[in-house]
């Protein structure tokens, strides 16, 4: 469900002439890791499970 809304979100702002591709990279990655929880709508604290997963994986990249 998150998957399909942020399809329809990154739509809409590329149809008003916006490249947004930056933005839909981290939409889809947050959905992926959403979803993979069972998620169907957005959850605060999901994402700051999500924020935190992302720095740790940056943190140990060189």
């Known amino acids: 469900m998150?998957?399909?809304?942020?399809?329809?979100?990154v739509s809409l702002y590329r149809?008003?002439?916006r490249k947004f591709s930056e933005q839909e990279?981290?939409?889809?990655?947050?959905?992926a890791?959403?979803?993979?929880?069972g998620d169907r709508h957005t959850r605060?604290?999901?994402i700051?499970?999500?924020?935190?997963?992302?720095?740790?994986q940056k943190r140990g990249s060189p």
């Open 33 to 37: 890791f959403a979803e993979r929880f």
């Open 44 to 46: 605060v604290q999901r």
């Open 15 to 17: 149809s008003l002439g």
């Open 48 to 56: 700051y499970d999500w924020c935190h997963t992302a720095s740790s």
């Open 25 to 31: 990279r981290l939409l889809r990655q947050y959905a």
């Open 2 to 9: 998150l998957s399909t809304q942020i399809a329809r979100y």
